[in-house]
């Protein structure tokens, strides 16, 4: 009896150990949860090491009007300030505020009257802001931060009035599509950068044509703002 106990020992476990072995090989749930808990505590581990959490900055920069407002408002300069949440290593959530001088000269169609006059373009920015990866370009790029944009403004625009020309003080709300570029320095502690930004607004007034008292001018100021900032910031 112990003989045959022995030689059956001796024959079935070698099989019985092979199919233990398949049956943790193939357990879809063996280490599976460790494995994604290791992988998100080095992520997090990432961040917390070469991650920003905060960005406050300033903007300088030149606010222009495009189709018929360029027409009527000249380029301007401008500045504002900006704040940015880090979620990620990746995107960022930003507040910012951009006012702007620009220059507004009208000419009636019969050349007999003009008006020079300043407007002010306010805008309150809410955006999300999107971090390309560069890790896989030439190390001398790769700490090159290009990003992408996208938000809602909420645009005012008021100003002085000469002779028979009025600017009525006025608001409006619409979309931000934007990108940029920002390069590190003072050990990633601070950073420059350049961006575009398109704010698509639509003025009370955009489809009223403007006139010098009786004299009209032909030109309905429509059109939205483009925006070319440099940008300094420090981060925390």
């Known amino acids: 009896m112990f003989k045959f106990l022995f030689i059956f020992c001796l024959v079935f476990s070698p099989i019985?150990?092979?199919?233990?072995?398949?049956?943790?090989?193939?357990?879809?749930?063996?280490?599976?949860s460790e494995f994604e808990e290791s992988g998100e505590e080095e992520a997090d581990l990432h961040f917390f090491r070469n991650g920003r959490f905060l960005t406050l900055g300033f903007m300088l920069g030149q606010t222009q009007g495009t189709s018929n407002l360029s027409k009527v408002y000249s380029p301007g300069m401008g500045y504002g300030l900006f704040l940015s949440y880090f979620f990620d290593l990746r995107l960022a959530m930003q507040f910012s505020y951009f006012n702007s001088s620009n220059d507004l000269s009208v000419k009636s169609l019969d050349g007999t009257a003009s008006a020079n006059a300043q407007a002010k373009f306010s805008t309150l920015n809410l955006d999300f802001k999107y971090f390309l990866n560069t890790q896989n370009v030439t190390k001398g790029l790769a700490?090159?931060?290009?990003?992408?944009?996208?938000?809602l403004n909420q645009t005012s625009?008021?100003?002085?009035?000469?002779?028979?020309?009025?600017?009525?003080?006025?608001?409006?709300?619409g979309f931000n599509l934007g990108a940029g570029i920002e390069f590190p320095i003072l050990r990633k502690e601070m950073f420059i950068g350049f961006q575009?930004?398109?704010?698509?607004?639509?003025?009370?007034?955009?489809?009223?044509?403007?006139?010098?008292?009786s004299s009209p001018t032909g030109i309905k100021p429509s059109g939205d703002l483009l925006n070319l900032q440099v940008t300094l910031g420090s981060n925390f």
């Open 16 to 32: 019985l150990a092979s199919a233990q072995a398949e049956d943790e090989t193939y357990n879809p749930f063996a280490d599976y």
């Open 196 to 213: 575009v930004v398109y704010n698509l607004v639509q003025f009370p007034d955009e489809n009223t044509e403007i006139s010098l008292g």
């Open 143 to 151: 700490d090159l931060n290009p990003y992408i944009l996208a938000g």
């Open 157 to 173: 625009k008021t100003g002085s009035s000469q002779n028979s020309l009025e600017i009525a003080k006025q608001n409006t709300s």
